[in-house]
T-cell receptor, first 112, second 114 residues
């Protein structure tokens, strides 16, 4: 069965420090992996995706993610966190067989 | 280009009633998906429509139904509302059915069932 795990409900990081939000997945076949961000009272916004090719994917607002096939992970990273990055982050996986399974979300809190 | 719009933004209903939610996708997008978001369950996929046909369906009871019109606008209906249906209902559109397409989400409709 296809699944996505975000092991941390909340991540706290100081402003200016690097941040990592973790995501692991389980899917048969080749996965397409996504990160979305949700601000309060808003829908989800697309950040980045991995389809194929280079394992390091760059996206919006300075975020990037690294696809690791052997560890079945797709962690979201940013070199220097901003207070405005505080939000709810969702990882999602999709494949030819299944469409869009989302993780349970990780709340990122960037402290000034 | 205008984003995905959803109406209404807020709804309060009582148990046993039914409700219809509306979604207008981004112009040119032909695929519309619906999700239920709750604090405990996260985002749960309801169904996806493309060219007025339901193409994928999540694991929800038959009380949840939807349709898509020729202009790609979509509606979702929930009949015989239960307290557990209280949630944020999100609509998302994309250009097509390919699994690698990113989705563009509307702001959601917050449904409260009393």
């Amino acid at each position: 069965a296809q699944s996505v795990a975000q092991p941390e409900d909340q991540v706290n990081v100081a402003e200016g420090n690097p941040l990592t939000v973790k995501c692991t997945y389980s899917v048969s076949g080749n996965p397409y992996l996504f990160w979305y961000v949700q601000y309060p009272n808003r829908g989800l916004q697309f950040l980045l995706k991995y389809i194929t090719g280079d394992n390091l994917v760059k996206g919006s607002y300075g975020f990037e993610a690294e696809f690791n096939k052997s560890q079945t992970s797709f962690h979201l990273k940013k070199p220097s966190a901003l207070v405005s990055d505080s939000a709810l982050y969702f990882c999602a996986v999709s494949s030819g067989t299944y469409k869009y399974i989302f993780g349970t979300g990780t709340r990122l809190k960037v402290l000034a | 280009k205008a984003g995905v719009t959803q109406t209404p933004r807020y709804l309060i209903k009582t148990r046993g009633q039914q409700v219809t939610l509306s979604c207008s996708p981004i112009s040119g997008h032909r695929s519309v998906s619906w999700y239920q978001q709750t604090p405990g369950q996260g985002l749960q996929f309801l169904f996806e429509y493309f060219s007025e046909t339901q193409r994928n369906k999540g694991n929800f009871p038959g009380r949840f139904s939807g349709r898509q019109f020729s202009n790609s606008r979509s509606e979702m209906n929930v009949s015989t509302l239960e307290l557990g249906d209280s949630a944020l209902y999100l609509c998302a559109s994309s250009t097509g059915l390919a699994a690698y397409n990113e989705q563009f989400f509307g702001p959601g409709t917050r449904l409260t069932v009393l």
